[in-house]
Each structure stands twice: as C-alpha cells, then as structure tokens.
C-alpha cells in the first residue's frame, strides 16, 4: 500500500497517522518528494481500510500495490535511486560508469597493470575476481583471499573503487573490509540466505540476473536484500539462456526500460557474459547505453589468448578505449555524460 501525504499537512497530524499505522504491525518507508512526501507500507495490509486513511486530512491518495516487490517498487519510490561506490555515484542523470578489469585476478602486478590501463581509458570501477564459480570442479576457481589483496593494492594504485564477486556468506566480512562493491553472481541470485547476509550490510551490491530467471524473480531478489535493511542495490543483466548458441547468452536490451519503469534503482549492462565473444562487445555497449543504462562492466586483459580463462570475452586495453569513446558519443547525444 502506498500513501501520498499532502505537502503542507501539519505534522501533529502526520505522527499522529504514523503512531496509528504502525500499531497495525506495518512498516513504514518515506520518500521525499518535492510536491509530496509517499509511505510505502510494508506487511499485511489487507486488514487496512483506505477509507480510513482517506479520512486524514493529511493524506492526498492510497493505492494498493499489486506487484509482490515493494521496497524495490518505483510506486514506493518515485525518485531514482543513486548508488554511491566509493565516491563513484550511479543511477540517475549522473555520468554512465564503466567498470572493467579482468575476468580473474591472475596477480598483483596485472591486476595493478590493467587497472591502471583501464582508468586510462576511462573506467571509474575495477573488476577483477578473485573467487570464480565454475562449471567444473576441475577449473581455476580463483586466488581467493590473495586475490582480493591484489585487488586492494590496485585500488592504492589507482585510486579507482574495487568490485568483485561474493560466492558464499562465510566471506562476507573479508568483502565488506575490502571492496567497495559486492557482486553477487548469477548463479547466486536466488541464494535466499546470502542475499540476506549482504542486506544486513550497507555494503553497495552488483546484483547480475540469474541465467534462467525472469524480471519478476530478479527484482524479488533486489527486494530480499532490500527487506533486509540495505538500499544499495545495483542490477546487472548479463544475459540469459535461450535456445541461441551463437552467442554465449542472450542479452535482453529491453529489460532497461522495463528495470527503470517498474523500479527506482539503477541498471549496468556485462556485455562480455551476454556475448561471449569480444567482437561484439562494442555493438553491445553501445546499444546498452542508447538505450538507457547506467553503466557498463567489460571485461580487459592485455593478452586475452593467455588468460587464464575467458579471454575470448576479454578486449584489450586499446579497443576498450575506442568501446569508451564511442559510448561516450551515444551518451552525449541521448543527453548523458560519461
């Protein structure tokens, strides 16, 4: 259920509304608005009467919501939401952020090396995994802890915020002492119980879209983490699994403005995991930001035909600089920086 509350309503009768509510046993999120202040209310609302509410002086509307998401919900919140990533904001008008980095931190000196590369080129975040889900048991699964040590130098180095993927709940308080951004994997995406562990943190969260998952099931997963106190959210489609082969997955461009319709939080857009496949990249990117994302994450290696994995998805510095200045061309025209 939402509530509009009149902008010039006395505040007596505003905790007094609000008192009332809550003993109800509901929970009750604001948002500020220029002409109206919205309550979001949280619970089992069904025993509450709108007429009731309607009685209020104070109050302008009310209006059931009918999506199972509320926290998420843009009928919550009107405003957009921007995620603040270590001095990097995103979401909004603010620029198009472009987080890149390679597949799997392989060491201290390329991680510091790309890093640097990328910055160049115009990346504000660095990615880098240090635990890797893989298919097989028998594939590198990452440095692990001294992956993330590499990935910090980086940060010194640079100056540029970290991101990196959390596999399980047990690494939780190593990633919030040392990244700036927790990416939660597609796999991970419906792991009800570490999308609670990262909600109790307000550690930002790059929340990628499970490879079978529909939008609905993608924005409840937002809305655990939401549910559980952190409003950080950032989503990240990667593709999904179609019938297509040609590509690695099949990347949903329209999910941009449908993310932006139904919610308030903003939206990247992993053209590398969509396409599997470095040639496409480019056209990718810059459709992702034609059509209103709000950042990009690519992944770079500088010798991609020796990474340790992946390199077929993975530009080199030099074509990620060219990706950037073409993006920034569609950025402009449609209005935004980056």
Known sequence: MIITLK??????????LHKELEAKGVQIHTSIGEEFNVWGLVGDTAHIDE???????????????????KLANRMFHPEDTIVDVGGVKI????????????WCVEGDEQICRIGQEVKNAGAKIIRGGAYKPRTSPYSFQGLGYEGIVDMVHAREITGLPIVSELMSADKL???VENVDLIQIGARNMQNFDLLKAVGRTKKPILLK???????????????????SGNPNVIFCERGIRTFERYTRNTLDLAVIPIIK??????????????????????????????AGADGLIIEVHDHPEQAWS????????????EVVRKCTSIANAIGRDM
């Open 51 to 69: 007429r009731d509410i309607l009685a209020n002086t104070c109050v302008e509307n009310v209006t059931r919501v009918s999506a199972p998401y």
């Open 209 to 227: 879209r499970g490879m079978s998952a529909t939008i609905e099931d993608w924005i409840m997963s937002a809305e655990y983490i939401m549910a």
């Open 310 to 321: 992946d390199g077929a998805q993975s530009l080199k510095p030099e074509k990620f600089a």
């Open 173 to 175: 308080d190593e990633f």
């Open 91 to 102: 979401g909004g008008n603010e620029p198009i952020v472009v987080m890149a980095g390679p």
């Open 7 to 16: 902008k010039d309503a006395q505040e007596s009768e505003i905790q007094s």
């Open 261 to 290: 319709e139904k919610t308030h939080l903003p939206i990247v857009i992993d053209p590398s995991h969509a396409t599997g496949d470095w040639k496409y990249i480019e056209s990718v990117s810059m459709a992702a930001v034609a």
